[in-house]
C-alpha cells in the first residue's frame, strides 16, 4: 500500500517542482536574456552533468 502512495506523492513533487522551475526560468530570461540563455546550455535543468 505504502509504495503506491509513495510513488503518487513523488509524482505529484516532481510535476510541481517542474512546473514551478518553468516559471522561474522564464523570469530569468525575462531579467538576464541572452547571459541567461548561454549559461542554461551550460548547465542542467535539475542535474548538472560536465558537457
Known amino acids: 500500500m505504502w509504495d503506491g502512495?509513495?510513488?503518487l506523492v513523488f509524482i505529484i513533487?516532481?510535476?510541481l517542482m517542474t512546473l514551478q522551475v518553468?516559471?522561474?526560468?522564464?523570469?530569468?530570461?525575462?531579467?538576464?536574456?541572452?547571459d541567461y540563455?548561454?549559461?542554461?546550455?551550460?548547465t542542467g535543468r535539475f542535474i548538472t552533468?560536465?558537457?
Open 5 to 7: 502512495w509513495s510513488l
Open 13 to 15: 513533487v516532481a510535476g
Open 22 to 34: 518553468r516559471s522561474e526560468e522564464r523570469r530569468l530570461e525575462a531579467d538576464f536574456g541572452d
Open 37 to 42: 540563455l548561454e549559461y542554461k546550455k551550460r
Open 49 to 51: 552533468f560536465k558537457k
